[in-house]
Antibody, heavy 118, light 107 residues
Framework: QVQLKESGPGLVQPSQTLSLTCTVSGFSLTSYNVHWVRQPTGKGLEWMGV???????DYNSALKSRLSISRDTSKSQVFLKMNSLQTEDIATYYC????????????WGQGASVTVSS | DVVLTQSPATLSVTPGERISLSCRAS??????LHWYQQKPNESPRLLIK???QSISGIPSRFSGSGSGTDFTLSINGVELEDLSIYYC?????????FGAGTKLELK
């Protein structure tokens, strides 16, 4: 059964770094790409970035200077780190799976809610 | 970046009616256009891929059409469980982008 599950602190202080983990099961990170998508409360979806099966990454240019995506294939985990967090980064953060060259996200995690506050 | 414009923003529906939702791209995305359904407090769920391909487990009342820049998601016989927000997403080029969504509400 394919599963993705996001985890991490729900509260981050302004200007600090957000660290989230996406733990997957039912598939291999060397066979599927994993994307990060976020959604501010009551708003739409924003694509943040992707880690490809080979380990390379691509990022939304609006976030590129602050964002890093990495993985540990042995633990089936993908990591998101974003620095200099502000209130505009308050959102639910999702990881989602994509089959290589399919260009569609066919399985999503439950989401991790992140608040930025001192 | 490809901009996806969804219309209408909100659609009031009566159970049983056939409805159509629109998604227009600022440039051609071929058929790399996908539809997702998001219910309150849930993650998005893939409904239709590549503009018109059905997804296993999704009711047959959902269908999609279009190519290039104009796409449509149709629901043939809306049910109460379909009251959700529907997003289109293009996978033709990075960054992947989403439309702002169409919210189905009860008339």
């Amino acid at each position: 059964q394919v599963q993705l599950k996001e985890s991490g602190p729900g509260l981050v202080q302004p200007s600090q770094t957000l660290s989230l983990t996406c733990t997957v099961s039912g598939f291999s990170l060397t066979s599927y790409n994993v994307h990060w998508v976020r959604q501010p409360t009551g708003k739409g979806l924003e694509w943040m970035g992707v880690i490809w099966t080979g380990g390379s990454t691509d990022y939304n240019s609006a976030l590129k200077s602050r964002l890093s995506i990495s993985r540990d294939t042995s633990k089936s985990q993908v990591f998101l780190k974003m620095n200099s967090l502000q209130t505009e980064d308050i959102a639910t953060y999702y990881c989602a799976r994509e089959s290589p060259y399919y260009y569609v996200m066919d399985a999503w995690g439950q989401g991790a809610s992140v608040t930025v506050s001192s | 970046d490809v901009v996806l414009t969804q219309s209408p923003a909100t659609l009031s529906v009566t159970p049983g009616e056939r409805i159509s939702l629109s998604c227009r791209a600022s440039e051609s995305v071929d058929t790399y256009l996908h539809w997702y359904q998001q219910k309150p407090n849930e993650s998005p769920r893939l409904l239709i891929k590549y503009a018109s391909q059905s997804i296993s487990g999704i009711p047959s009342r959902f269908s999609g059409s279009g190519s290039g820049t104009d796409f449509t998601l149709s629901i043939n016989g809306v049910e109460l469980e379909d009251l959700s927000i529907y997003y289109c997403q293009q996978g033709n080029s990075l960054p992947y982008t989403f439309g702002a969504g169409t919210k189905l509400e009860l008339k």
